[in-house]
């Protein structure tokens, strides 16, 4: 009896090992297949050589250049102002919060081609903030400004949403003794809060500036695609890709290094989490 | 001396107390789990606001509702061991030490004597540049104490200090803070389950109820009369 039973049981253990196994195998071949080898194919259509030498080309730096500086102030901008709309909707209560919620999230939702009308709308010359700017001579649209704009517009969810959570999770018995040693409410949230809920800000940040640097629908809406103006990374790749395709795959496979990086650091920082635990 | 008078509205009852104690005492929270001590210990540290009443320590008016008197937590002076003792996580235990002295602008010279002396006393000097999230239980305890003891307070509020803690390190830390609070004479509010901690910490105990206080004076003898499992059995409904 007991040996049918030990049979048995091997029987299970081997059907488990070799259904584990398949599904393993399934899953590296959906993941090879559709996000794998389009991937991949990026960096096996373009030589080294042409890679190295595309990195020269004045269109690729043009657009390299202005993708890391409109991204970099995209980035600043979204945790200067959105860090303390994450702390007050983290830790307040006010009337309509759900709604601003909403309004913050939308843009995550929302197809970049609709951001980039909705931004031309309001701040375009004709727009409804924009024919009062025009009054001042005050020009957004199809400016650099109106990139960093877009690029706001639609990052900016990734990391107010981050940042709002991890401040969630800052036990508010720390804030309240920072208080009783005689910290004011600012000095608790530069020397507590925030290095506590360090790594969601720094992951949120990197999300939003991957988001930013990525922009490509809000961004030809509302800024145009002018060289070295507005002509970022995704809008040079898609310029390029309808002559000179060794510079758009060169941009494209920076692109993907990078964006390679920023989830490997996102990984990385939310495994350092720091815990207040009672014990 | 310490006078406290405070109504608050909380979700299920309404806390109503009038408490005082006099210079150098230690006065005992007793009372089941939601019957309202911490609570009273925020209202008192500032950190939560009371609805009506009026906060008096050594004759200094931290909370008036008839004056409109609230100072902000900063201002109270009050030092505060939470149940979980709340340490700064991202700080090393001598920087959770040095924290309320550096606010207070301190020489860097003072801050590092007062918090070496400070670790002296709870035996956690060689621990000084350990991460607090580190540490035991027990240390962190006794990192919290230092912590709030170091700014030299002119009341000491502490929220079930012993209750995390094993028996036996219940027992030293006890002994440890017994033996600070009476060689500082710093008057003292502590919250405690256990009747033997409350005997031989507290000179006075007051047993709270749904938000009221009870049962009242020495805790030697309110052992006696608190109905049975009064201080045990956890309520159902949270202040």
């Known amino acids: 009896m007991s040996e049918k039973r030990l049979a048995a049981g091997a029987a299970r253990n081997w059907h488990g090992a070799v259904f584990a196994s398949f599904a393993v195998i399934l899953v590296y071949l959906l993941v090879l297949l559709f996000t794998g080898l389009p991937v991949l194919s990026l960096f096996l259509k373009i030589s080294p050589e042409a890679f190295l030498s595309s990195l020269g080309d004045p269109v690729v730096v043009e657009a390299l250049k202005l993708s890391l500086i409109t991204s970099a102030a995209s980035a600043l901008i979204v945790v200067i102002v959105g860090t303390p709309v994450a702390y007050v909707n983290a830790r307040g209560h006010y009337p309509g919060k759900e709604l601003v919620d909403t309004v913050i999230d939308l843009p995550v939702v929302l197809p970049p081609a609709v951001a980039g009308l909705a931004l031309l709308m309001a701040f375009g010359r004709r727009g409804v903030l924009g024919q009062y700017l025009d009054v001042f001579g005050v020009t957004i649209a199809f400016t650099t400004v109106a990139v960093v704009m877009a690029q706001v517009f639609v990052a900016s969810p990734f990391y107010i949403r981050q940042a709002r959570t991890s401040f969630e999770d800052v036990d508010r018995s720390l804030e309240h003794a920072a208080r009783t040693l005689g910290a004011s409410r600012l000095r608790t949230f530069f020397m507590v809060t925030a290095p506590v809920a360090l790594n969601g800000l720094i992951s949120g940040a990197v999300l939003s500036w991957a988001r930013a640097l990525g922009e490509f629908g809000a961004t030809i809406m509302f800024a145009g695609n002018f060289t070295g103006r507005t002509r970022t990374m995704p809008l040079a790749i898609y310029t390029a890709m309808q002559g000179d395709l060794d510079a758009s795959l060169a941009l494209a496979v920076i692109m993907v290094i990078a964006s390679f990086a920023v989830i490997a650091a996102v990984k990385v920082l939310s495994r350092r989490r720091l815990i207040v635990a009672p014990d | ?239």
């Open chain 2, 1 to 239: 001396m310490l006078r406290i008078r405070a109504k608050k509205q909380l979700r299920d009852f309404v806390l109503e107390v009038d408490i005082s104690a006099g210079e150098r005492e230690t006065l005992v929270l007793m009372g089941s789990n939601g019957s309202g001590k911490t609570t009273l210990l925020d209202l008192i540290a500032g950190t939560a606001t009371p609805d009506d009443g009026l906060i008096q320590v050594d004759g200094r008016t931290l909370y008036d509702s008839d004056e409109g008197v609230n100072l902000p937590p900063e201002q109270r002076d009050i030092g505060y061991v939470y149940q979980h003792y709340a340490l700064f996580p991202h700080l090393t235990v001598y920087d959770n030490v040095a924290f309320g002295l550096r606010t207070r602008r301190m020489p860097g010279e003072d801050i590092d004597r007062r918090v070496m002396d400070e670790l002296e006393f709870v035996g956690l000097r060689e621990l000084r540049n350990a991460r607090a999230s580190k540490l035991s239980g027990g240390q962190k305890q006794k990192v919290a104490l230092a912590r709030a003891l170091a700014i030299k307070p002119s009341l000491l509020l502490l929220d079930e200090p012993l209750s995390a803690l094993d028996i036996q390190t219940s027992a030293r830390v006890r002994d440890c803070l017994r033996e600070r609070i009476k060689k500082d004479g710093i008057p003292c509010i502590v919250v405690l389950h256990n009747p033997l901690d409350a005997v031989t910490l507290g000179d006075r105990a007051c047993v709270l109820d749904l938000g009221q206080v009870v049962l009242t004076g020495k805790p030697g003898d309110l052992i006696m009369d608190w109905p049975a499992g009064c201080l045990t059995q956890p309520r159902e409904i949270q202040g």
